[in-house]
């Protein structure tokens, strides 16, 4: 289990800061699938009472990125094959219809910003640092969203993100997808460019179906694993 602190802002209640320093520490993997979460080390190791750990737990469990299993208490949800296809079936679509406006209404500005923002997720990728990788893949996608000008659009997708972010920082820890990310990226932008809806609506399609047989091979290795090792009791 990766290290993790509060993440501490003045301008909202105890209770919020603590809920947003657990979902993030979930959505980044420093909190592991599978994980226990016991509310006395919780809130030791935060520094904090119990109570914002409870209500914290809660509100993960009603997220979906937390599970409660009789006599075992709060755990971390697992990433499942029905959950993967559930959020990425939605994506997919999303992200073709976004592609393909992006084509018709995308000005000299965002485009620019769009190619700027393939060599810095590029850059990010030599850095190996997945949490920068990650953001990095983040800003690539927005930047073609917001270039539809739809704006129910843009909220279906960003109420879809923070599920997404999940299964996106699971494939981005794999090294040997960075090049074909990449790549990917870069097909997206040439299409974008030459105003080609086909082409950008076949690229954005790959981009997904290619991240979920990437996400399904690794929740198949780690059922593997669990099968071989047994239940996994670790707690934090």
Known sequence: MEEFQIDMNEFLPLRDVVFNTLRKAILTGKLKPGERLMEVHLANRLGVSRTPIREAIRKLELE??????????????????????????????????????????????????LRMAC??????????????????????????????????????????????????????????????????????????????RERAS???????????KAIMRQIKMENDRNRIKGPDYKTV
């Open 64 to 113: 979906g990125l937390v599970i409660m299993i009789p006599r075992r208490g709060a755990e971390v949800a697992r990433i499942t094959e029905k959950s993967l296809k559930d959020v990425l079936e939605v994506r997919r679509t999303l992200d073709a219809l976004s592609v393909e406006l992006a084509c018709e209404r995308i000005g000299a500005e965002d485009l620019e910003r």
């Open 119 to 196: 060599e810095e997720f590029e850059q990010a990728v030599k850095g190996k640092n997945a949490s920068v990788i990650a953001k990095a893949d983040v800003a690539l996608h927005d930047i073609i969203v917001e270039a539809t000008g739809n704006e129910r659009l843009m909220q279906l997708v960003n109420n879809l993100s923070e599920q997404m972010y999940r299964y996106r920082f699971v494939y981005i820890m794999e090294e040997r997808e960075h090049d074909m990310l990449v790549a990917e990226h870069r097909e997206i932008y040439e299409s974008i460019v030459s105003r080609d």
């Open 202 to 212: 076949r690229a954005a399609k790959l981009h997904i179906d290619n991240q979920e």
